[in-house]
Protein backbone atom coordinates (compact mmCIF):
# COMPACT_ATOMS: atom_id res chain seq x y z
CA UNK A 1 0.00 0.00 0.00
CA UNK A 2 2.79 2.47 0.90
CA UNK A 3 4.66 1.85 -2.53
CA UNK A 4 1.31 2.47 -4.58
CA UNK A 5 0.87 6.31 -2.53
CA UNK A 6 4.64 6.70 -3.25
CA UNK A 7 3.72 5.94 -6.87
CA UNK A 8 0.93 8.47 -6.78
CA UNK A 9 2.49 11.06 -5.25
CA UNK A 10 5.57 11.16 -8.18
CA UNK A 11 4.85 13.96 -10.88
CA UNK A 12 2.08 15.38 -8.38
CA UNK A 13 3.27 18.10 -6.50
CA UNK A 14 0.84 18.89 -4.91
CA UNK A 15 -0.61 15.47 -2.90
CA UNK A 16 3.08 15.53 -1.20
CA UNK A 17 2.31 16.87 2.07
CA UNK A 18 -1.40 15.13 2.47
CA UNK A 19 0.20 11.74 1.61
CA UNK A 20 2.79 12.33 3.75
CA UNK A 21 0.34 12.59 6.74
CA UNK A 22 -1.42 9.32 5.50
CA UNK A 23 1.97 7.20 5.66
CA UNK A 24 2.84 8.73 9.52
CA UNK A 25 -0.63 7.92 10.52
CA UNK A 26 -0.16 4.30 8.62
CA UNK A 27 3.00 3.87 10.70
CA UNK A 28 1.52 4.74 14.00
CA UNK A 29 -1.05 2.31 14.07
CA UNK A 30 1.50 -0.28 12.89
CA UNK A 31 3.45 0.25 16.13
CA UNK A 32 0.14 0.76 17.80
CA UNK A 33 -0.55 -2.92 16.89
CA UNK A 34 2.09 -4.63 18.39
CA UNK A 35 1.24 -7.18 20.73
CA UNK A 36 3.20 -8.38 23.36
CA UNK A 37 3.83 -12.17 24.90
CA UNK A 38 0.91 -13.56 27.22
CA UNK A 39 0.72 -14.03 30.24
CA UNK A 40 0.34 -10.22 31.02
CA UNK A 41 3.50 -9.95 33.14
CA UNK A 42 6.36 -12.30 34.11
CA UNK A 43 5.87 -12.93 37.22
CA UNK A 44 8.78 -15.20 37.56
CA UNK A 45 11.15 -12.49 37.03
CA UNK A 46 12.14 -12.69 40.32
CA UNK A 47 13.14 -15.91 41.00
CA UNK A 48 15.92 -17.21 42.06
CA UNK A 49 17.24 -13.35 42.50
CA UNK A 50 19.25 -12.42 45.37
CA UNK A 51 16.86 -9.35 46.06
CA UNK A 52 19.87 -7.51 47.96
CA UNK A 53 21.23 -7.09 44.75
CA UNK A 54 18.98 -6.35 42.67
CA UNK A 55 16.63 -4.47 44.36
CA UNK A 56 18.75 -3.22 47.64
CA UNK A 57 16.15 -4.21 50.09
CA UNK A 58 15.84 -8.08 51.57
CA UNK A 59 12.52 -10.01 51.36
CA UNK A 60 11.62 -9.33 54.93
CA UNK A 61 11.89 -5.38 54.40
CA UNK A 62 9.69 -5.42 51.30
CA UNK A 63 6.83 -7.38 53.10
CA UNK A 64 7.15 -5.03 55.96
CA UNK A 65 7.17 -2.25 53.36
CA UNK A 66 4.05 -2.85 52.34
CA UNK A 67 2.42 -3.05 55.50
CA UNK A 68 3.70 0.46 56.36
CA UNK A 69 2.66 2.14 52.81
CA UNK A 70 -0.76 -0.37 53.57
CA UNK A 71 -0.88 -1.51 49.76
CA UNK A 72 -3.77 -4.07 48.85
CA UNK A 73 -3.26 -7.39 47.48
CA UNK A 74 -3.94 -6.49 44.10
CA UNK A 75 -3.00 -3.70 41.94
CA UNK A 76 -5.67 -2.51 39.45
CA UNK A 77 -5.06 -1.50 35.90
CA UNK A 78 -7.06 -0.01 33.31
CA UNK A 79 -7.54 -2.90 30.53
CA UNK A 80 -5.44 -5.24 32.64
CA UNK A 81 -5.85 -7.74 34.79
CA UNK A 82 -4.73 -6.55 38.74
CA UNK A 83 -1.35 -7.13 39.67
CA UNK A 84 -0.20 -8.32 42.87
CA UNK A 85 1.37 -5.86 45.17
CA UNK A 86 4.43 -7.62 46.25
CA UNK A 87 5.11 -7.68 42.52
CA UNK A 88 4.11 -4.10 41.60
CA UNK A 89 6.49 -2.89 44.76
CA UNK A 90 9.42 -4.90 43.41
CA UNK A 91 9.16 -3.37 39.98
CA UNK A 92 9.55 -0.13 41.41
CA UNK A 93 12.33 -0.60 43.26
CA UNK A 94 13.39 -2.19 40.52
CA UNK A 95 13.35 0.81 38.33
CA UNK A 96 14.59 2.65 40.89
CA UNK A 97 17.46 0.45 42.36
CA UNK A 98 18.94 -0.65 38.53
CA UNK A 99 17.67 2.64 36.33
CA UNK A 100 16.55 1.88 32.44
CA UNK A 101 14.26 2.70 30.43
CA UNK A 102 10.24 1.24 30.33
CA UNK A 103 10.78 0.08 26.95
CA UNK A 104 13.49 -2.23 28.47
CA UNK A 105 11.43 -2.89 31.42
CA UNK A 106 8.57 -3.91 28.92
CA UNK A 107 10.73 -6.47 27.20
CA UNK A 108 11.54 -8.10 30.59
CA UNK A 109 8.03 -8.22 32.15
CA UNK A 110 6.36 -8.63 28.78
CA UNK A 111 3.90 -5.57 29.06
CA UNK A 112 3.98 -2.32 27.43
CA UNK A 113 5.66 0.51 28.77
CA UNK A 114 2.79 2.14 29.45
CA UNK A 115 1.48 -0.37 31.63
CA UNK A 116 5.20 -0.23 33.64
CA UNK A 117 4.46 3.79 34.12
CA UNK A 118 1.46 3.34 35.69
CA UNK A 119 2.84 0.65 38.03
CA UNK A 120 6.06 2.66 39.13
CA UNK A 121 4.13 6.14 38.79
CA UNK A 122 1.43 4.40 41.25
CA UNK A 123 3.98 2.96 43.82
CA UNK A 124 5.55 6.39 43.89
CA UNK A 125 2.74 8.15 44.60
CA UNK A 126 1.96 5.86 47.69
CA UNK A 127 5.41 6.22 49.01
CA UNK A 128 5.63 10.04 49.03
CA UNK A 129 2.11 9.66 50.49
CA UNK A 130 3.20 7.86 53.64
CA UNK A 131 6.54 8.10 54.07
CA UNK A 132 8.05 11.52 51.57
CA UNK A 133 5.44 13.48 53.29
CA UNK A 134 7.01 13.29 56.56
CA UNK A 135 9.80 15.34 54.74
CA UNK A 136 7.74 18.48 54.17
CA UNK A 137 4.60 18.43 55.74
CA UNK A 138 3.31 15.92 58.38
CA UNK A 139 6.30 15.96 60.53
CA UNK A 140 6.63 12.91 63.09
CA UNK A 141 6.32 13.73 66.77
CA UNK A 142 9.03 11.57 67.82
CA UNK A 143 11.17 13.93 66.10
CA UNK A 144 10.66 16.95 67.86
CA UNK A 145 10.65 14.97 71.34
CA UNK A 146 13.97 13.75 70.69
CA UNK A 147 15.35 17.04 69.96
CA UNK A 148 17.36 17.63 73.51
CA UNK A 149 19.02 14.10 72.66
CA UNK A 150 20.23 14.86 69.42
CA UNK A 151 21.44 17.98 70.91
CA UNK A 152 23.45 16.24 73.70
CA UNK A 153 24.57 13.73 71.12
CA UNK A 154 25.93 16.30 68.91
CA UNK A 155 27.79 17.79 71.91
CA UNK A 156 29.24 14.93 72.94
CA UNK A 157 31.20 14.75 69.28
CA UNK A 158 32.65 18.29 69.92
CA UNK A 159 29.58 20.75 68.46
CA UNK A 160 29.21 23.97 68.71
CA UNK A 161 26.66 24.00 71.91
CA UNK A 162 23.43 23.82 71.33
CA UNK A 163 23.52 21.95 67.70
CA UNK A 164 20.98 19.47 67.28
CA UNK A 165 21.12 18.22 63.77
CA UNK A 166 23.29 18.99 60.19
CA UNK A 167 22.30 21.44 57.68
CA UNK A 168 23.75 20.59 54.51
CA UNK A 169 22.75 21.41 50.43
CA UNK A 170 23.29 18.86 47.83
CA UNK A 171 23.23 19.45 43.96
CA UNK A 172 21.98 16.54 41.62
CA UNK A 173 23.46 16.89 38.03
CA UNK A 174 20.82 16.88 35.37
CA UNK A 175 20.19 16.65 31.58
CA UNK A 176 20.98 20.09 29.96
CA UNK A 177 17.63 21.74 29.85
CA UNK A 178 16.02 23.73 26.71
CA UNK A 179 17.05 27.20 26.95
CA UNK A 180 13.31 27.76 24.94
CA UNK A 181 11.53 26.92 27.78
CA UNK A 182 13.78 27.32 30.78
CA UNK A 183 16.06 30.46 31.12
CA UNK A 184 19.52 30.06 32.40
CA UNK A 185 19.70 29.60 35.90
CA UNK A 186 20.32 25.34 36.13
CA UNK A 187 24.44 25.56 35.36
CA UNK A 188 26.09 25.43 38.58
CA UNK A 189 29.22 27.43 38.32
CA UNK A 190 30.89 25.69 41.12
CA UNK A 191 30.80 22.15 39.74
CA UNK A 192 30.59 23.07 36.16
CA UNK A 193 27.47 21.31 34.94
CA UNK A 194 23.25 21.72 35.04
CA UNK A 195 21.90 20.59 38.44
CA UNK A 196 19.35 21.06 40.85
CA UNK A 197 19.80 21.23 44.70
CA UNK A 198 17.51 20.29 47.88
CA UNK A 199 19.15 21.09 51.10
CA UNK A 200 18.42 18.83 53.95
CA UNK A 201 18.35 18.49 57.50
CA UNK A 202 19.99 15.04 59.11
CA UNK A 203 19.70 13.70 62.68
CA UNK A 204 22.07 12.26 64.81
CA UNK A 205 20.52 8.81 64.42
CA UNK A 206 20.88 9.06 60.88
CA UNK A 207 17.21 9.70 59.30
CA UNK A 208 16.77 13.07 57.08
CA UNK A 209 14.35 15.09 59.16
CA UNK A 210 13.60 17.81 56.21
CA UNK A 211 14.10 18.56 52.26
CA UNK A 212 13.34 21.21 50.12
CA UNK A 213 11.99 20.35 46.61
CA UNK A 214 13.99 21.61 43.59
CA UNK A 215 16.46 24.86 43.18
CA UNK A 216 18.15 25.76 40.39
CA UNK A 217 21.67 24.77 40.45
CA UNK A 218 22.94 28.58 40.40
CA UNK A 219 21.35 29.28 43.68
CA UNK A 220 23.66 30.05 46.62
CA UNK A 221 23.09 27.72 49.36
CA UNK A 222 21.67 30.76 51.70
CA UNK A 223 18.99 31.60 49.00
CA UNK A 224 17.69 27.71 48.88
CA UNK A 225 17.29 27.58 52.84
CA UNK A 226 15.44 31.28 52.48
CA UNK A 227 12.99 29.93 50.10
CA UNK A 228 12.32 26.65 51.49
CA UNK A 229 10.58 27.84 54.91
CA UNK A 230 12.97 25.29 56.75
CA UNK A 231 11.81 28.43 59.57
CA UNK A 232 8.84 27.99 59.68
CA UNK A 233 8.83 24.35 60.00
CA UNK A 234 11.02 24.85 63.15
CA UNK A 235 9.27 27.71 64.49
CA UNK A 236 6.20 25.27 64.04
CA UNK A 237 8.19 22.84 65.96
CA UNK A 238 8.87 25.28 68.86
CA UNK A 239 12.32 24.19 69.35
CA UNK A 240 13.83 25.94 71.93
CA UNK A 241 15.84 28.90 71.31
CA UNK A 242 19.25 27.56 72.52
CA UNK A 243 18.62 24.98 70.05
CA UNK A 244 19.98 25.40 66.09
CA UNK A 245 21.12 23.23 63.43
CA UNK A 246 24.67 23.77 62.59
CA UNK A 247 25.49 24.66 59.55
CA UNK A 248 28.39 25.93 57.15
CA UNK A 249 30.05 29.20 56.63
CA UNK A 250 28.21 29.52 53.62
CA UNK A 251 24.96 30.12 55.61
CA UNK A 252 23.96 33.64 57.82
CA UNK A 253 23.63 32.75 62.09
CA UNK A 254 19.97 32.99 63.12
CA UNK A 255 17.91 32.02 65.71
CA UNK A 256 17.83 28.71 64.21
CA UNK A 257 20.80 28.66 62.34
CA UNK A 258 24.49 28.21 63.63
CA UNK A 259 27.00 28.58 60.74
CA UNK A 260 30.49 27.03 61.76
CA UNK A 261 32.78 30.24 63.14
CA UNK A 262 35.19 31.38 60.12
CA UNK A 263 39.12 32.32 61.22
CA UNK A 264 38.49 35.82 62.00
CA UNK A 265 36.26 34.83 64.38
CA UNK A 266 37.43 32.63 66.64
CA UNK A 267 41.20 32.07 68.13
CA UNK A 268 43.33 29.86 65.79
CA UNK A 269 43.92 27.24 67.96
CA UNK A 270 40.34 27.19 68.96
CA UNK A 271 39.14 27.22 65.13
CA UNK A 272 41.19 23.97 64.67
CA UNK A 273 40.02 21.40 66.71
CA UNK A 274 36.21 22.51 65.95
CA UNK A 275 37.19 22.36 62.09
CA UNK A 276 38.90 19.02 62.82
CA UNK A 277 35.49 17.35 64.40
CA UNK A 278 33.43 19.55 61.87
CA UNK A 279 35.29 18.46 58.76
CA UNK A 280 35.38 14.59 60.25
CA UNK A 281 31.33 15.27 60.71
CA UNK A 282 30.96 16.49 57.27
CA UNK A 283 32.65 13.50 55.41
CA UNK A 284 30.33 11.23 57.49
CA UNK A 285 27.33 13.37 56.21
CA UNK A 286 28.68 13.39 52.36
CA UNK A 287 28.70 9.56 52.92
CA UNK A 288 25.23 9.33 53.95
CA UNK A 289 24.79 10.81 50.53
CA UNK A 290 26.73 8.34 49.02
CA UNK A 291 25.13 5.84 50.30
CA UNK A 292 21.41 7.02 49.06
CA UNK A 293 22.55 7.28 45.45
CA UNK A 294 24.21 3.90 45.75
CA UNK A 295 20.89 2.60 46.70
CA UNK A 296 18.71 4.92 44.36
CA UNK A 297 21.21 5.33 41.21
CA UNK A 298 18.38 6.64 39.63
CA UNK A 299 19.42 9.49 41.22
CA UNK A 300 22.76 9.44 40.81
CA UNK A 301 22.80 9.56 36.70
CA UNK A 302 21.76 12.56 35.18
CA UNK A 303 19.67 10.40 31.90
CA UNK A 304 17.10 9.79 34.85
CA UNK A 305 16.81 13.14 35.95
CA UNK A 306 15.10 15.82 32.94
CA UNK A 307 13.59 18.90 34.35
CA UNK A 308 9.74 18.96 32.48
CA UNK A 309 10.01 15.43 31.51
CA UNK A 310 9.89 13.53 35.11
CA UNK A 311 8.54 14.72 38.76
CA UNK A 312 11.58 15.54 40.03
CA UNK A 313 10.37 15.97 43.47
CA UNK A 314 8.32 13.02 43.54
CA UNK A 315 11.51 10.48 42.87
CA UNK A 316 13.56 12.76 45.77
CA UNK A 317 11.03 12.64 48.45
CA UNK A 318 10.21 8.74 47.86
CA UNK A 319 13.84 8.15 47.92
CA UNK A 320 14.35 9.99 51.05
CA UNK A 321 11.35 8.05 52.45
CA UNK A 322 12.59 4.61 51.48
CA UNK A 323 16.26 5.42 52.80
CA UNK A 324 15.04 6.59 56.12
CA UNK A 325 12.50 3.59 56.55
CA UNK A 326 15.67 1.33 55.52
CA UNK A 327 17.61 3.75 58.31
CA UNK A 328 14.74 2.77 60.99
CA UNK A 329 14.49 -1.21 60.18
CA UNK A 330 18.93 -1.67 60.19
CA UNK A 331 18.76 0.01 63.39
CA UNK A 332 21.03 2.67 62.03
CA UNK A 333 23.04 3.94 59.26
CA UNK A 334 26.80 5.67 59.09
CA UNK A 335 25.85 8.68 60.50
CA UNK A 336 24.24 7.15 63.92
CA UNK A 337 27.13 4.64 63.69
CA UNK A 338 30.06 7.62 64.20
CA UNK A 339 27.78 9.39 66.85
CA UNK A 340 27.98 5.71 68.70
CA UNK A 341 31.19 5.39 68.38
CA UNK A 342 31.82 8.29 70.24
CA UNK A 343 29.43 7.85 73.41
CA UNK A 344 26.17 8.06 72.15
CA UNK A 345 23.60 4.85 73.18
CA UNK A 346 20.72 5.16 70.81
CA UNK A 347 19.90 4.91 67.28
CA UNK A 348 16.64 5.91 65.07
CA UNK A 349 13.26 5.24 66.35
CA UNK A 350 10.72 2.80 66.18
CA UNK A 351 9.19 2.55 63.06
CA UNK A 352 5.64 2.11 64.56
CA UNK A 353 6.60 6.02 66.62
CA UNK A 354 7.81 7.17 63.41
CA UNK A 355 4.74 6.96 60.83
CA UNK A 356 2.65 7.99 63.74
Known sequence: MERAIRELVDGHASLVIPLQVTLMMIERRRRSAITYPRPPFNYHAFDGVDEMVALHFSAEEINLLMECLGLPDFIAIPRIRPVPSSFALRVCLSRLSHPRSYGQMAQEFHVSPSTISKLVNGILDRIVEKLGVLLY?????????????????????????????????????????????????????????????????????????????????????????????????????????????????????????????????????????????????????????????????????????????????????????????KTIVRGGNRISDYFRDRGSQFGPPALDQYLD
Open 137 to 325: DHFPLVVRERVPRYRDAMIECGCPVGCWSVLDCTARRIRAPSHHFYPAGFYDGHHHYHAIKFLTLIAPDGLFLFSSHWNEGSIADAEVLRRCGLHDVLGAWEIPQQCRVLADSAFASDRFVEPIPRQLEVEALELGNLQMQMASLRVVVEHSYQMLFQDFPILDDPKWLSIGKSDLNRLWFACLGLSNY
